[in-house]
Nanobody, 127 residues
Framework: VQLQASGGGLVQPGGSLRLSCAAS????????IGWFRQAPGKEREGVSCISTSSSGGSTYYADSVKGRFTISRDNAKNTVILQMNSLKPEDTAVYYC???????????????????WGQGTQVTVSS
């Protein structure tokens, strides 16, 4: 079982990035998947979550990213995408994807409810 997060980089304020979370060893759509981020000196925070397709594919967002970030699934590629638009300097962090031990996202912001984590990808928003 492995999760691989990719797509990070350096972008100017107002720009966009598309993060991918690719899974191997299991079918991603059998689990809710969350995205977290951790800035230097801060706790890891939940950014977004998507439930399984069979559970309705519901999406959840932190207030700080609502309206700017979109989470989705590409089941053909066994991947979850986090599209990030209108990026701000405060979005700078290492972003992680994680597999939840559930089909649902309720309480998604709790790191304790995830059993596998990707290695993280750095997102830097700066002019």
């Amino acid at each position: 079982v492995q999760l691989q997060a990719s797509g990070g980089g350096l972008v100017q304020p107002g720009g966009s990035l598309r993060l991918s979370c690719a899974a191997s060893g299991f079918t991603l759509d059998y689990y809710a998947i969350g995205w977290f981020r951790q800035a230097p000196g801060k706790e890891r925070e939940g950014v977004s979550c998507i439930s399984t397709s069979s559970s309705g594919g519901s999406t959840y967002y932190a207030d700080s990213v609502k309206g700017r970030f979109t989470i989705s699934r590409d089941n053909a590629k066994n991947t979850v995408i986090l599209q990030m638009n209108s990026l701000k300097p405060e979005d700078t962090a290492v972003y992680y994807c994680a597999r939840r031990g559930s089909s649902y996202c309720s309480g998604y912001y709790s790191t304790n409810s995830y059993d596998y984590w990707g290695q993280g990808t750095q997102v830097t928003v700066s002019s």
